[in-house]
């Protein structure tokens, strides 16, 4: 009884302490500006459906705010729209639109300066300069929102999602169309990056810069102006993601640059001008990917080393895997190849002789490429059997010993 | 007129040379669509016969048809026709018997297996092709009387098309690696019926890899409607120059 009693006074004490503000055209306060100064913390601000211009809005205090029905705030193309400078603050259901633009200060829609605990969910935000920006956030959750922007140009256009120097962030679930990057990380550790959708952004659909320990698991980049970056990063981990249709000459499934110690498990690289490219990259893993009808399928530079190909399926690609020199530091071993032509005696699904991903004309192309052009002549595919048979100047050591029969269940 | 044309394709039809070509044509296909696993392979392995025996086999039967059908010319030519129309109808008639060999040969299995964009690209380029070889192939038959001169050359011209030409190319763009070559390529590739229409088709199937910087040049050429029909007009401009100077030696050939 007594614990009931002390729990029940815990409440009130607590209820007593949580207010609820209304905000609407209706209520006694119609502006979230005075909502936000009559606010305490742990209080929640309700906005009613409508459309508000205030200007900057900045929240000092640990609160909720939530939006009935994806109430419109205007930053009127002039201002940063919500600026959280407090920690465990609550952003939902809120519809930003028109945020200002500027060439010296990262205008966002939503951005978070040095804070802590902070979610941001089901957000929509319409032409916003940066959408969702971390500014040395820690252990914050950007959830389920929607950012959408129309800009044409790079420069005039910021990111979807930045975070710079945060924590353990939370990116899930969002689908971010048309801003420069479609999610940007530098100095960003310990994060993951869950189910997003990033199409059709200008540049990347997702950007990493020295962040380690990250993982991104089930997003679907696609159509991207030049596909998803990682670089100068260690110990990134990815899983399960779609890279599709980024088509360009520096346009990549995933560019990995001076990436090391990372593991690329089951992703479907399809339709891209390169589905992977790495340069300098080393001890990276990929295993049980599948390449569909790339250009390239694996763009390998010999500036990489120890890095570990394997049990990943090459289906329909134009060329398997292209390098730019004949040394070679990595291991492929176990893939299936659908242009593999040896035999299998033991029966074992195991192919009994090597088989050489790098075909004679992905060299000839690397070093000119206009000669593009005469791929799939009679004259080439002469070339191409000849060097299978007698290899001059494909790597000699760039070779599957261990190909598989048919293809994985991937 | 007509009556010269359904002469000629109830001959050539009959003729057991063009129904083993379609017999031949439809096993192969068949048995690639079967034999790989997955179509878009046997699309590729396609691509090759239609590179390569549909321009063959169409310039040397034709070569040996009209020579073989010398007399039967004379014949025509004592009546009172005119030489331009029964040149013509010679060409309407092979030509589209070849046509009606590959549609059944190739395009059916084609239509039946892949009926993609590739696919389609793949049957109109391969009856242009036919055509396109008809027209050349009348034209060195009617410029050499020795008949096996005629058909030596004929084969001489398959061979510098399918074989020799793309050597040459390669060879110039090596030794021209330091220029910038896009654009001229695009022209060069005019110059040759097979690479036409083998690019036509690496738009279709290729189109990743060929989104590349250079590709892109020539996505951006032979990949928009204006450049697709450019190249449609120089394969229609590969039957009709031709043809017109074969009929033009015709007219004037003593027989």
Known sequence: ?410 | MKKIIKYVITDILRNKIILSYTIFLLAISFTIFSLEDNSSKGLLSLLNIVLIVVPLISIIFSTIYIYNSAEFIELLVSQPLQRKKIWLSLFTGLATSFTIAFLIGAGVPILLFEPTATGLMIIAVGVLLSVIFVAVAMFAAVKTRDKAKGIGITILIWLYFALVFDGIVLFLLFQFADYPLEKAMIGVSALNPIDLGRILILLKMDVSALMGYTGAIFKDFFGTTTGISISFVVLLLWIIVPLFFSTRKFIRKDL
């Not at chain 1, 601000?45 to 900057?56: P, T, V, W």
């Not at chain 1, 939370?170 to 189910?195: A, P």
């Not at chain 1, 990995?256 to 490219?277: A, M, P, Q, R, V």
């Not at chain 1, 289906?315 to 530091?329: A, E, K, M």
Request: charged share 20%; hydrophobic share 35%; glycine share 8%.
């Open chain 1, 1 to 410: 009884m007594k614990t009931f009693i002390l729990l029940l006074c815990c409440f009130y004490y607590t209820a007593n302490l949580a207010n609820t503000i209304q905000v609407g055209k209706n209520e006694k306060i119609s502006t979230i500006r005075s909502a936000l100064e009559l606010a305490k913390d742990h209080d929640t601000i309700l906005i009613q459906s409508g459309h508000y211009a205030e200007g900057n809005l900045i929240i000092r205090k640990k609160i909720t705010i939530k939006g009935i029905n994806l109430p419109v705030i205007d930053g009127e193309n002039k201002y940063e729209v919500i600026s959280i400078k407090a920690d465990s603050v609550v952003v939902d259901g809120l519809k930003v639109v028109n945020s200002g633009t500027s060439s010296l200060e990262d205008f966002a829609g939503i951005k978070l300066y040095n804070s802590r605990n902070v979610t941001i969910q089901n957000n929509v935000l319409i032409q916003t300069f940066f959408g969702i920006y971390s500014q040395y956030g820690r252990n914050c959750i950007i959830r389920n929102n929607t950012l959408t922007a129309f800009k044409k140009e790079e420069q005039q256009s910021g990111n979807g999602i930045h975070c710079w120097k945060s924590d353990s962030m939370q990116i899930v679930g969002n689908s971010i169309t048309g801003h420069r990057d479609g999610i940007y990380f530098e100095f960003v550790t310990n994060s993951v990056i869950w189910r997003n959708q990033s199409q059709r952004n200008l540049r990347y659909g997702l950007h990493f810069m020295f962040s380690n320990s990250d993982t991104y698991v089930g997003n679907t980049f696609k159509h991207n102006g030049a596909g998803v970056s990682v670089m100068y990063s260690h110990h990134v981990k990815m899983f399960n993601n779609h890279f599709e249709e980024n088509w360009g000459d520096a346009a990549y499934g995933i560019l990995l640059k001076e990436i090391s110690d990372s593991h690329i498990e089951g992703n479907y690289f399809i339709k891209n001008t390169s589905g992977i490219y790495m340069e300098g990259a080393s001890r990276v893993t990929v295993i049980k990917n599948s390449f569909r009808n790339n250009g390239w399928a694996l763009k390998i530079q010999a500036s990489c080393m120890d890095n570990e190909v394997h049990k990943n399926n090459f289906l329909g690609n134009t060329f398997d895997v292209g390098t730019n020199g004949s040394l070679v530091l990595n291991n492929f071993n176990g893939n299936y190849w659908d242009k593999y032509e040896g035999y299998d005696l033991n029966k074992d699904n195991v192919g009994d002789v090597p088989y050489r991903p790098v075909s004679m004309y992905s060299m000839i192309v690397e070093r000119n490429p206009p000669a593009m052009i005469l791929f799939r002549s009679f004259m080439t595919t002469l070339l191409d059997k000849t060097e299978k048979v007698l290899p001059s100047l494909t790597p000699e050591n760039l070779i599957d010993a261990k190909p598989l029969i048919k293809p994985m269940n991937l």
